[in-house]
């Protein structure tokens, strides 16, 4: 256990010794087989680049949602397929499942102690377009939950022991569950989808045990269909997990030369793009800019970035952790909020007459008494071309 948490000081070391190629600020070390990436912040220059939305997805649209007293939402974070979009909310409400086109299909699982309850609100989903199922994971328990995509309750998949705040990965009729563990538990526990056994458990590496209570949390985005990303933020690393030969691999990390507190999380728009998100707490002088770094693996560049919807009228577009999931980039708007956003568009010089006709179309579309509005784009699976 202890040499698996030095893996990441042994990279480190490798760096100082020179056993890397170097472009730019990023490294790439090579070690046991594996490259991880390793970018120096503090080299990374201060401007910030505009990236335009198109770069990154293939198309995005603004989705309506139904309106009616089952179908309200107050969202959390949203899942979004080819066939549905799955809305966990934060109160003690049920998963609510739409179709792409917005219209209600039914409420999922619902607050209890019967059969397909949960006790606390959902952390985890995943929806399988190809067998019709929902599998939902509350924050903390051993139940993973399936249901039909009806919202019918199927079965319960039972952990050996505690899940907390944990991801699933799916993949050939098994289900993949990474979590934060204690002591002895494991850190990734691989389950056979139709018998429920287990059939893979992971140990943890010391850096990744939870010690007692903590506000850290595991994520992945599930962006690379082949990748099981991991980030947690007990750690200063993201891992890939080779589900195949059940080994935990470090993939990148971001560097300053200072121990002043720096937040800062890991997640992958797809294999060949990472976005840093950092942020400096209070009275960390030296930090040269908080913001978004986008990390470009192919050209081995990496720069300070905003992003802005060139489809829809350059609006800005947040980027968000939860919001950059299972192949989509998805935002949740109340509509008097996507109106506001619209005006303040409108109101600046940069605003040219094409943008004012798209985004005078859309503010025709809106209703501020209605349902939510989701936004959606499909993400590309590569880059087509140098960003930054």
Partial sequence: MKSASKVLVFILLLCVYG?????????????NGNNIYVLSLDNLKSETKTVSLSDLVEYCVFVQLEFN???????WTITVTDRYIGIKQRKREPYKLFDRSGS????????GRGPGEFS???????????NELIYLMPHIGNKIFVYSTSGQFLKEIV??????????????????VVHLPLNDEALVLQFDVNTGEVLKKFTPPANLILEGLSDDAIFSTRNSSDIFDIFSSKSDTLYHFDLINN?????????????????????????DLLFTRIHCWENSGFCKKEGLVAIDLIHKTSSFVEIVNDYYGNLPVPIIFYELRNGYLTHSFQPEGLIEEIENRLAKSSCTENDRHILSELL?????????????????????????
Wanted: overall charge negative.
């Fill in 19 to 31: 056993c890397w190629s170097k472009v730019n600020n990023l490294v790439s070390v090579a070690t």
């Fill in 364 to 388: 025709s579309k809106l209703d501020e008494d209605a349902n939510n509005v989701v936004f959606v784009a499909k993400l590309k699976t590569d880059i087509e071309k140098r960003l930054f």
């Fill in 69 to 75: 007293l089952d179908a309200y939402v107050e969202p």
């Fill in 104 to 111: 209600f299909i039914s409420n999922v699982g619902s607050f």
């Fill in 159 to 176: 952990s050996p022991h505690q899940l907390r705040l944990p991801s699933m990965f799916l993949y050939d009729n098994i289900l993949a």
């Fill in 120 to 130: 606390v609100p959902i952390w985890e989903d995943i929806i399988d377009d190809e």
């Fill in 247 to 271: 080994q935990l691999l470090p993939f990148f990390t971001a560097r300053y030369n200072s121990s002043e507190n720096i937040w800062k999380q890991y997640f992958m728009l797809n294999k």
